[in-house]
């Protein structure tokens, strides 16, 4: 089946500094998603992409979907201690939110104040 | 908009028990939800899509008759993990799809964490 490697797999940063993460897949995505995950819930929606080449950004975070529709990367600018999570990229060969997703294996990221 | 509720939030149970879990959209209705399994530092797995009206489709490898899922109304999926062993314990998470903010996305839920002592 499909899968979504994400590097790296964990990042300690310290306070201010720009974080960069990025997502491979085997196959080919017509949508990029990135979700961030705190302990004990459920992922919230970052950022979503659907079109190659584009670049999308929500507030500090910018994202991109690559040119070759097989990877995404994911920036977060001037990080502050609540961006503290795991970040998940997430695939889908097709448009519409009725259709299944498949998620990375996670960056998990620390930020020291 | 487009939040999403589980119920319990966590819950332990005994080996062989059944539990069920429920998924609720709040402020949308949902026809389709989707089931996912977290365990401790993985991603998430797609257990089965949920239906309203008509029989879930479940993930290679997912036995539906163990996890036993309805989506009775549009606003209500509900997951009953079946005598269930320690090996099921893990996080479960639900999602429905919703266009907010002009984004057509999956919304999460909070998850559940099911202990199975």
């Known amino acids: 089946g499909q899968q979504l490697n994400q590097s790296p797999q964990s990042m300690f940063i310290q306070e201010g500094e720009d974080v960069s993460m990025n997502c491979t897949s085997s196959?080919?995505?017509?949508?990029w998603l990135w979700y961030k995950q705190e302990p004990g819930e459920g992922p919230v929606l970052l950022i979503a992409?659907?079109?190659?080449?584009e670049l999308t950004s929500n507030g500090r975070l910018t994202a991109q979907f690559g040119i070759t529709r097989k990877d995404s990367f994911l920036n977060i600018s001037a990080s502050i201690p609540s961006d503290v999570g795991i970040y998940f990229c997430?695939?889908?060969?097709?448009?519409?939110?009725?259709?299944?997703?498949?998620f990375g294996t996670g960056t998990k990221l620390q930020v020291i104040p | 908009g487009a939040v999403v509720s589980q119920h319990p939030s966590r819950v332990i149970c005994k080996s062989g028990t059944s539990v069920k879990i429920e998924c609720r959209s709040l402020d949308f209705q949902a026809t389709t939800m989707f089931w996912y399994r977290q365990f401790p530092k993985q991603s998430l797995m797609l257990m089965a899509t949920s239906n309203e009206g008509s029989k879930a489709t479940y993930e290679q490898g997912v036995e539906k008759d163990k996890f036993l899922i309805n989506h009775a109304s549009l606003t209500l999926s509900t997951l009953t993990v079946t005598s269930a062993h320690p090996e099921d314990s893990s996080f479960y998470i639900c999602?429905?799809?919703?266009?907010?903010?002009?984004?057509?996305?999956?919304?999460f839920g909070p998850g559940t964490r099911l202990t199975v002592t």
């Open positions: 196959s080919i995505f017509n949508t």
């Open positions: 997430a695939g889908r060969p097709t448009s519409g939110g009725y259709q299944k997703v498949t």
């Open positions: 992409l659907y079109k190659a080449g």
């Open positions: 999602s429905a799809p919703e266009a907010a903010g002009g984004i057509d996305e999956q919304y």
